[in-house]
Structure formats: structure tokens, C-alpha cells
């Protein structure tokens, strides 16, 4: 087991999560609630990397990154800094190739709730940001962590992505599949097999949890 590898993808599982925490629950509950006719094209944009292959994904994102790139001037002048082949290079990716994992669970999950709690709250005179952290989210704090464990559960399998922004530089963009691609093309398959099956494991008890958490809100 590479435990270099293995905090870096902790590392940007739990900075992916987090980031996705905050962006993802306003657009969320927007696409849950709003009755804007266009509504279907901002979700065809947050559902296309669950058709779109990672490496075409990561390879425009290696173009915009690139030192003529739009991200990659806008990093160079205000921050003086490069990104493809960075740990802030690979973070970006995780977050567009991520962005579905976690509002579409969120989405649902608002969308299930009954609006008569929210209208109730409103005519009770608490304000709109208030009714949402007090009532909304607590109601649906299931379906929102389902999407949060998804989420992280997805970034630490990220593969695609990652390789083609960030490569495979050990402490820096190194994750854990790309220690288990490296370890099998130079014949390491005892060090492969180790880490997959930790994946694998892992894989399993997060599909556990989310099934449970799908279960408990189904009885709610």
C-alpha cells in the first residue's frame, strides 16, 4: 500500500466533497423548486460527465489549463501559478467530472419535500436562508448525505481525469488508481491487488450506507 498515495486521495476527496457541499446545494434546491421552462439544459450541463468519457473531459480541461488556455492564463496572471499537472489541476477536474454525484442526490431530494413545510415556515415569518437550514436541509439530510458519500466514494476511484490533468507525480497528483495502473505496468500485481481490494472493500460498505440511507428515507 503507496500511504503517500492514499492521503492524497483522502485529501482530495475531502476538499472535492466539501467544495461540492456548498455549490452543490444552492443549485440544487434552484433546479429543485424553480419552474423555468430552460431548467432542462443547466441539467444536461451538470449530467454530462455521467456520459462524457473522463478522458475527453480531462483532455479539454488540459487544454483550458494550458499556458493559452482561459483557466491557465486567468491562474498565471492573478495567482502566478500553472495548473495542469498540480494538485489544484486535478482538483478542478474532480469538481466539473464529481459536480452530477452530488446534485442530482441533492435534487432529489429536495424535490421530495413537501413544499406546504416551507411555505408554513415563510408564513411563520422565518426568512427564506433560515426556513433552508433549519427545515429544508434537515429534512433532507439523507438524500444530501447520500450525495456527499457518493461523492467522496467517487473521487477516490477517479482514474480518467485525474491522469490526463495531472499525470501521476508521487505526492502531487499520485492517487490511489493511478498507484494501482502504475504498480500493474511494471509487474507490481501483489501491491495492485493489495490496494484494489482495499477499493474494493471500500466500494462495497459505501454502497451499503447509500442503499441504507436510500431505505430510511423511502420510510421518512
Known amino acids: 500500500m503507496e500511504w503517500g498515495a492514499v492521503w492524497l486521495t483522502i485529501r482530495l476527496a475531502t476538499v472535492v466533497t466539501t467544495i461540492l457541499f456548498f455549490v452543490g446545494l444552492p443549485l440544487a434546491y434552484w433546479l429543485a423548486m424553480t419552474r423555468w421552462r430552460g431548467r432542462f439544459l443547466v441539467e444536461a450541463v451538470v449530467a454530462l460527465p455521467l456520459v462524457l468519457p473522463p478522458t475527453v473531459l480531462g483532455f479539454y480541461l488540459l487544454l483550458a489549463m494550458g499556458p493559452h488556455g482561459p ?3 486567468m491562474a498565471s496572471r492573478l495567482f502566478g501559478m500553472r495548473l495542469p499537472f498540480t494538485f489544484t489541476g486535478i482538483l478542478i477536474g474532480a469538481l466539473l467530472f464529481n459536480l452530477p454525484f452530488a446534485v442530482r442526490p441533492f435534487t432529489a431530494a429536495f ?7 416551507i411555505e408554513a415556515s415563510w408564513c411563520l415569518g422565518v426568512p427564506p436562508f433560515e426556513t433552508f437550514r433549519r427545515v429544508t436541509v434537515p429534512l433532507c439530510w439523507p438524500g444530501i448525505l447520500t450525495g456527499l458519500i457518493l461523492t467522496f466514494a467517487h ?3 477517479e482514474f480518467g481525469v485525474v491522469l490526463m ?3 501521476n507525480i508521487p505526492g502531487v497528483t499520485r492517487t490511489l488508481s493511478i498507484s494501482i495502473y502504475d504498480s500493474v505496468q511494471g509487474l507490481d500485481y501483489p501491491s495492485a491487488r493489495q490496494t484494489a481490494t ?6 462495497f460498505i459505501v454502497l ?3 442503499q441504507w440511507l436510500g431505505q430510511r428515507g423511502e420510510t421518512r
Request: hydrophobic share 50%; glycine share 20%; net charge neutral.
Open 165 to 167: 490533468v495531472g499525470g
Open 155 to 157: 473521487t477516490v476511484g
Open 111 to 117: 424535490a421530495g419535500l413537501d413544499r406546504t413545510l
Open 208 to 210: 451499503c450506507v447509500t
Open 198 to 203: 482495499a477499493l474494493l472493500v471500500f466500494s
Open 71 to 73: 483557466l491557465g492564463l
